[in-house]
Nanobody
Framework: QVQLVESGGGLVQPGGSLKLSCAASGNIYRDNAMGWYRQAPGKQREFVAAVTNGFSTNYEDSVEGRFTISRDNAKTTVYLYLNNLEPGDTAVYYC????????????WGQGTQVTVFS
């Protein structure tokens, strides 16, 4: 079993930046992917970004160029840098761990709130 602990998030004005972190522990297998989904009120959970242990990345179109995902394999931690934030980015962001960036995933994080307000 893999456990995920998220940190980061918060309140920011449009154009601002935030950093999210997600640390994995437990039964970590070598070939894996970690990343983030988000869910806004009244909407379905949607893919944001992901990175494999080989450092391949994948981004949802609306965040590409504004968000950057990276990982530290030694720490099994993934980071999401959210830049040039927009009100439409407001959501709860959930980290995931799995064998690829396609569901199903083994584990989800508890979620962290990102609020962009003007």
């Amino acid at each position: 079993q893999v456990q995920l602990v998220e940190s980061g998030g918060g309140l920011v004005q449009p154009g601002g930046s935030l950093k999210l972190s997600c640390a994995a522990s437990g039964n970590i297998y070598r070939d894996n992917a970690m990343g983030w989904y988000r869910q806004a009120p009244g909407k379905q959970r949607e893919f944001v970004a992901a990175v494999t242990n080989g450092f391949s990345t994948n981004y949802e179109d609306s965040v590409e160029g504004r968000f950057t995902i990276s990982r530290d394999n030694a720490k099994t931690t993934v980071y999401l840098y959210l830049n040039n934030l927009e009100p439409g980015d407001t959501a709860v962001y959930y980290c995931f761990f799995g064998r690829s960036w396609y569901p199903p995933f083994d584990t989800w994080g508890q979620g962290t709130q990102v609020t962009v307000f003007s």
